[in-house]
Each structure stands twice: as structure tokens, then as C-alpha cells.
């Protein structure tokens, strides 16, 4: 069952400008992942936060957990045209081998 | 790094055809994925398993078989092969409960005609 929804489906920036996504999920969580994937291929790991975490930061990119919500936020900062690519944010319940993923938000950074 | 490759990038098989679909990973990873990806619907599992020979269905695994016969290898097997099973099919694998983070393969696309 789909439990991730990222928002807004898709967004469009120029290069230089900050693009922010969000994540809303429906049952508790033991941590939120977020992925990218380009055009036609796999996906690719960019950063995790747990439940007891708040906010976390990995290079250019900076995500929020709001427990209380159930929403994330992922904001990449400074984009560049190499960030142009699909994101989704997948949940892990506790106990649970499987992540379940949203439906992703699709990024175009404009050069 | 972790590296997971898949048979195929692209495959086109008819309709009641039987279908392998092979995924290795070299990182001595207990646990394996199966999912596919449609358009509007995202990534759907179809199969995981956490240990050889164990498997466990996933949300949509009707149609599908799977075989874990050996660590590294996770199969996923279409018996009978559908129209309605044209898609891209993404194998993943994770260490461990904790954290799960999940490395994919490439991707297999898959058409049946």
C-alpha cells in the first residue's frame, strides 16, 4: 500500500534557485529515506532520518521530519541542471524490512 | 560501493511466455527486493526476501514467483507473461532490520506483446 505522498508532482526551477519537496506518510515510522532517480533508471539513495530526528543535512541537501504531521520536506539548495531528476521519499515501519514509497515529485532544473 | 546489475536493461517477450528476471547483488546483503514501476503509481513491491530461501509477498504479487537459492541472487520469475506486465522492473537489496536503506540496480524494462 502506497503510504508516501510527495508534493507538488512536479516543479520546475532555474539553476541557482532552492527547490523544496514534500512528504506526507499516514502510520508512524521508524525512519524516512529519500531517493533520486534519473531518467529511466534505478533509484539512488541520498539521505535518511529517524524518527527521533528533526532535521538532518548532507551536502547540499537539508530534510525535516515532523513527527507529529507525518510530513518531511527535502530542499536542495543552490540546484544545479544535474539535479533534474525524480524524488521520492520512502517510510520503514518499525519491525518492517520493506520501505514503502510515494509517488515521486519530478524536478526540472532550468539552466 | 554496493553494486546491483540486473540480466537485462531491456527485454520484449509475448504474452504467455515464461519470464526470468535475475538480480545479484555483491555485498553479502540479506535482504532483497522486487519492485515495479508504472507511471502515476510509483514503485509497487512485488516480492522481498530476507534470507535464502525465504521470501515474503509484497503488495502485488499476484502473477509473480520469486527464488532465493543463493545470497547474492534474488529471481523474479513471471509464469506466464501478460500485457498487463509490461513495465520496469527494479531490484534492490538492503543490510540488516535497522536502517534499510536500499541500493537499486538498473532497471529492467520489460514489454510483452
Known amino acids: 500500500s502506497q503510504q508516501g505522498e510527495e508534493d507538488p508532482q512536479a516543479l520546475s526551477i532555474q539553476e541557482g534557485e532552492n527547490a523544496t519537496m514534500n512528504c506526507s506518510y499516514k502510520?508512524?515510522?521508524?525512519?524516512l529515506q529519500w531517493y533520486r532517480q534519473n531518467s529511466g533508471r534505478g533509484l539512488v539513495h541520498l539521505i535518511l532520518i529517524r524518527s527521533n530526528e528533526r532535521e538532518k543535512h548532507s551536502g547540499r541537501l537539508r530534510v525535516t521530519l515532523d513527527t507529529s504531521k507525518k510530513s518531511s520536506s527535502l530542499l536542495i539548495t543552490a540546484s544545479r541542471a544535474a539535479d533534474t531528476a525524480s524524488y521520492f521519499c520512502a517510510t520503514k515501519g518499525a519491525g518492517s524490512y520493506q520501505l514503502t514509497f510515494g509517488k515521486g515529485t519530478k524536478l526540472s532544473v532550468i539552466p | 560501493d554496493v553494486k546491483v546489475t540486473q540480466s537485462s536493461r531491456y527485454l520484449v517477450k509475448r504474452t504467455g511466455e515464461k519470464v526470468f528476471l535475475e538480480c545479484v547483488q555483491d555485498m553479502d546483503h540479506e535482504n532483497m527486493f522486487w519492485y515495479r514501476q508504472d507511471p502515476g503509481l510509483g514503485l509497487r513491491l512485488i516480492y522481498f526476501?530476507?534470507?535464502?530461501?525465504?521470501?515474503e509477498k509484497g503488495d502485488i504479487p499476484e502473477g509473480y514467483s520469486v527464488s532465493r537459492e543463493k545470497k547474492e541472487r534474488f529471481s523474479l520469475i513471471l509464469e506466464s507473461a501478460s500485457t498487463n506486465q509490461t513495465s520496469m522492473y527494479l531490484c534492490?537489496?538492503?543490510?540488516?532490520?535497522?536502517?534499510?536503506?536500499?541500493?537499486f540496480g538498473p532497471g529492467t524494462r520489460l514489454t510483452v506483446l
Open positions: 526476501s530476507y534470507d535464502v530461501k525465504m521470501k
Open positions: 534492490a537489496s538492503s543490510l540488516g532490520l535497522a536502517k534499510n536503506e536500499q541500493f
Open positions: 502510520t508512524s515510522i521508524n525512519n
